[in-house]
């Protein structure tokens, strides 16, 4: 429909991304990378740092002159939150400009009772030249929240929600609105721990590119980028170095033409075939997915 690619590559290789992007000049680029491999301890910071270095200057080359970037970046509150700050000094020593600092409040949460619930994702928005933002595209359904600013109207004590002449507010930096995906939600994809929701993707892309415009996301996952494209004209180019995602990201996008669904509330995307044969670019692919963090 609107010439999208999925590639089972790696990001951190100019040479792949180049064939994946070609002539094209994307506008956006909004990447998850798997952060949480620190948490886990599968990989170092100053290795995940290393190896940030390299897709994002990729991702600076590639990008149009007049571009945006969104990075979803976690922090582990129990090592001193890494690896968002040693992430953010990075790209400081980049050519791309900050612009703001997200956070998108859960509504679900984890945690212990012996320290603050754990309900927010970070989000970094980074510039390339002077883009065009949406401003539009940045207004929400959700009312003014807060109370506490009392005073008499018309011999009656209000508070500022009450007052409110607009039905809606701009989002800021502070996303409140946005469910986190969990098993009960149609577009949950079994199998992706750290799917992000296609409203948060929809906001992203509204802002900050326009209809027919190329959108760039090199940690696929759970195909949300792909799907959000898709539903608003504009052209996604992916990857993912795991072929497993691959798949799923193209079975996700295939389900949704045939049957409007965001994902598989009750089922899973191999639900009809549990058995799937790895092409011969999957297997290479799986191979440097081994080489680059350690395990299968």
Not at 22 to 50: M, Q, S, V
Not at 247 to 260: K, M, P, V
């Amino acid at each position: 429909m609107f010439g999208h690619r999925v590639g089972c590559l790696d990001a951190a290789s100019s040479a792949n991304m180049e064939t994946l992007v070609g002539k094209t000049r994307p506008t956006l680029a909004i990447h998850d990378p798997p952060y949480n491999f620190i948490a886990f301890d599968l990989r170092t910071t100053e290795a995940f740092i290393d190896w940030s270095r390299k897709w994002i200057q990729i991702t600076y080359d590639l990008l149009s002159d007049n571009a945006s970037m969104y990075i979803w970046l976690g922090a582990d509150q129990k090592q001193h939150y890494e690896p968002l700050p040693q992430f953010m000094l990075m790209m400081g020593e980049t050519k791309f400009q900050s612009r703001s600092f997200i956070t998108m409040r859960n509504q679900r949460g984890y945690g212990t009772q012996k320290n603050w619930m754990a309900i927010r994702q970070e989000l970094l928005y980074y510039i390339k030249g002077n883009p065009q933002f949406y401003v539009d595209a940045e207004y929400t359904d959700v009312p003014k929240v807060l109370k506490g600013y009392y005073k008499e109207v018309a011999g009656k004590i209000t508070e500022n929600s009450e007052r409110s002449k607009s039905e809606y507010i701009r989002a800021g930096n502070v996303w409140i609105d946005i469910q986190q995906v969990f098993y009960r939600m149609h577009e949950n994809v079994n199998g992706c721990f750290a799917q992000k929701p296609i409203k948060a993707i929809d906001r992203i892309v509204r802002a900050s590119s326009a209809p027919g415009d190329v959108v760039i996301d090199f940690f696929a996952h759970s195909g949300a980028t792909l799907l959000a494209c898709e539903l608003l004209k504009r052209r996604c180019l992916t990857v993912d170095i795991d072929p497993i995602y691959c798949e799923i990201t193209i079975r996700r996008l295939e389900n949704f033409r045939q049957t409007g669904n965001l994902g598989w509330q009750n089922s899973n995307p191999f639900s009809q075939d549990l058995t799937m044969e790895m092409t011969n670019g999957a297997k290479q692919g799986k191979e440097i997915y081994e080489d680059l963090f350690g395990f299968p």
